[in-house]
């Protein structure tokens, strides 16, 4: 196992079949992380899978395959750019673990094989905590948190 | 589960445990002796600091093998950044919604 890069942990009051869905469905990413997660084939590994805004053929903002899904537990997913998608160098990788904790979930977000000094990377570092932040906020609460970014 | 915003205060009213945080942001996912060798303290003393800020969720750790790495989490701050953020802009709606009864009800009048 290659050593993560970042590791990023919130902890939701909500159940794992929720969680999953929050971020595996369409309809529910759109709500919190302001583009949506699409998978045509219900998240099988091998198959790919799109990061894209909302509107109907609106951009195409992150791609890659699903390399391990286990609802609602642990989904693993290459992750890159679109202009990327077939430069196997470029190829990042997020680890969704999900388990029951104390009487809540404990979300865990890895996302490794970063280039240093690059565009993912920047993005991530900045986004990740503004993400898990409005997917907490959405599930316990009911409300998104605004748009802020 | 409420972000335990008082243990995020706590954890983060310190300046060791802050410049711990630092270290990470620089290199993230190193072990305790890694982050010792950054810091004239003992083992000890870092020890304890690394457990507030793991209670505070500031910090995130991955065991592999013998070593437990450490990771710089900031969910838990932008978790209480946004909670704000929110809750102003609450306050902002129900002034312009007084204001609107307010305008509304004088034009009336």
């Known amino acids: 196992m290659d050593k993560p890069e970042f590791v990023y942990v919130t902890y939701i009051a909500s159940t794992p079949e929720a969680i999953w869905k929050a971020i595996t469905q369409p309809e529910i990413t759109g709500k919190y992380w302001y583009n949506v997660n699409v998978s045509e084939s219900g998240w099988r590994p091998g198959t790919r899978w799109e990061h894209r805004d909302p509107a109907k053929d609106g951009p195409l903002r992150l791609v890659g395959k699903v390399v391990e899904s286990d609802p609602p537990r642990r989904l693993v997913l290459t992750w890159a750019f679109p202009q990327d998608e077939n430069d196997e160098a470029k190829q990042t990788r997020v680890t969704f673990d999900i388990e029951p904790f104390r009487g809540v979930v404990k979300l865990t977000v890895t996302h490794d094989r970063l280039e240093p000094d690059s565009d993912m990377l920047r993005g991530i570092t900045h986004g990740w905590p503004i993400v898990l932040a409005g997917l907490k906020s959405m599930l316990e609460t009911g409300k998104p948190l605004p748009k802020l970014w | ?109």
């Open chain 2, 1 to 109: 589960m409420d972000v335990d915003a008082d243990k995020v205060f706590k954890a983060l009213a310190d300046p060791t445990r802050r410049s711990l945080l630092d270290a990470l942001r620089a290199r993230n996912g190193q072990t305790l002796g890694e982050l010792c060798a950054g810091l004239n303290m003992t083992r000890q003393a870092v020890t304890q600091h690394l457990k507030l800020l793991e209670e505070a969720n500031l910090i995130a750790t991955v065991r592999r093998g013998r070593e437990k790495l450490h990771y710089l989490n900031p969910v838990p701050i932008h978790e209480i950044a946004t909670r704000w953020i929110s809750k102003f802009e609450r306050r902002r709606l129900d002034a312009l919604r007084d204001l609107k009864r307010k305008l509304e009800g004088e034009r009336d009048g």
